[in-house]
């Protein structure tokens, strides 16, 4: 084996531009999730509505469960259970 030989990627493992595609798809979700939630039409008039209870949600469809494990694996997300995920704050 020479020094150029290193193990390669498996086929389908995510690329780095997938796992930022996918992140931002999830973040963006997130975020459309918690406005609906905070804009609904039960609360009490007099209130000034309220903050939103979601911290977790299914991931957008399009990219694969390999993507969501792998963000899991990077310390981005956090599984919820039942195919739920949050998303861990990122200090910074």
Do not use: C
């Given at each position: 084996m020479s020094s150029t030989d290193s193990p390669s990627p498996s086929p389908d493992a995510p690329t780095p531009q997938e796992l930022k595609?996918?992140?931002?798809?999830?973040?963006?979700?997130?975020?459309?999730?918690?406005?609906?939630?905070?804009?609904?039409?039960?609360?009490?008039?007099?209130?000034?509505?309220?903050?939103?209870?979601?911290?977790?949600?299914?991931?957008?469809?399009?990219?694969?469960?390999?993507?969501?494990?792998?963000?899991?694996?990077?310390?981005?997300?956090?599984?919820?259970?039942?195919?739920?995920?949050?998303?861990?704050?990122?200090?910074?």
């Open positions: 595609r996918a992140l931002k798809a999830f973040k963006k979700r997130l975020k459309l999730e918690r406005l609906d939630d905070e804009s609904r039409l039960g609360r009490g008039p007099m209130s000034k509505g309220g903050k939103s209870g979601i911290v977790a949600i299914t991931p957008p469809i399009g990219y694969s469960p390999a993507v969501w494990a792998e963000l899991v694996n990077q310390g981005k997300l956090r599984r919820a259970g039942q195919g739920v995920y949050e998303l861990i704050a990122q200090s910074g």
